[in-house]
């Protein structure tokens, strides 16, 4: 799917690797709808703004992402896809210093991150197939972000591994589904990323991280991720697949 015309929903537009999304897409063109429960931390530059909106909206709440879509339909009369960005992290132990995890600390991860990105899923979809398309052509595009994560989460992470895992395992059987609507389902995978979820570490910290990963060593950059999720909406054979963005780094026990 070319980009020029085209909309998309971006959740957690507002900060990071979303921004970086709504930057790279308005740059080519296309139509973009910020999807966040906080304000965009950065205003946009002009010669972009003006295919871009700001929804407020909590990824978790039907209503919430039904309007973010009645924004979309309103200002650019169609939807072409779905970036989901939205994400929180947090860190802590199954069995801490004041005992059990909290059950709804790993409920809230899970939510958030994993059904959050479902909800918008269905959603979106089910705007996007009341568009006629020739057949070959892509209907819509939907991107989910994993994590490393997923794969090798560190101590701490239960429930952000959980949910990323979640999003991991959701990617495929969806794109199956979709297949016979013709929309795309694909899921990015990064490693670490220099974003406001990483500011809130020490430099040093940040440093160290980033020379954890083999090459580059150094955190990845948004627009990275930006880029690749553009090209999987230009290449149509990308489908039902997830990648790792993470310069070949396999995260540490701890
Ligand atoms: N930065 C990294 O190293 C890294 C690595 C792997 C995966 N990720 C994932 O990438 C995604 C983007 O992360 P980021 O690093 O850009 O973080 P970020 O904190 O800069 O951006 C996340 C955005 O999501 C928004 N958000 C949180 N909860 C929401 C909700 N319920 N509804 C709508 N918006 C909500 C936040 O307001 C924020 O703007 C997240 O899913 C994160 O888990 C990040």
Redesign the pocket.
Known sequence: MELAQRTFLV?????????ACVREFAQAGANAVI????EP?EELPAEIAARVRFAK????DEASVQAAIDVAMRAFGALHGAI??????TAERVIGRDGPQRLDHFAKVVT??LV?TFNVIRLAAAQMLKRDVASGEDRGVVIC?????AFDGQIGQAA?AAS?GGVVGMTLPIAREFAQHQIRVMSI??????????AGLPQAARDSLGRQTPFPAR??R?QEYAALARHIVENQMLNGEVIRLDGAIRLAPR
Do not use: E, H, Q, W
């Not at 909206?57 to 978790?60: E, I, L, N, Q, R």
């Open positions: 959740t957690g537009g507002a900060s990071g690797l979303g921004a999807c966040d429960v906080n931390r909206t909590d990824v978790t989901n960005c939205a994400g929180i992290a958030v991150n959050g972000t994993a994590s490393a994560a952000y990323k995978a990064p490693g670490l990323f220099d974003t406001p979820m990483m955190l990845g948004p």
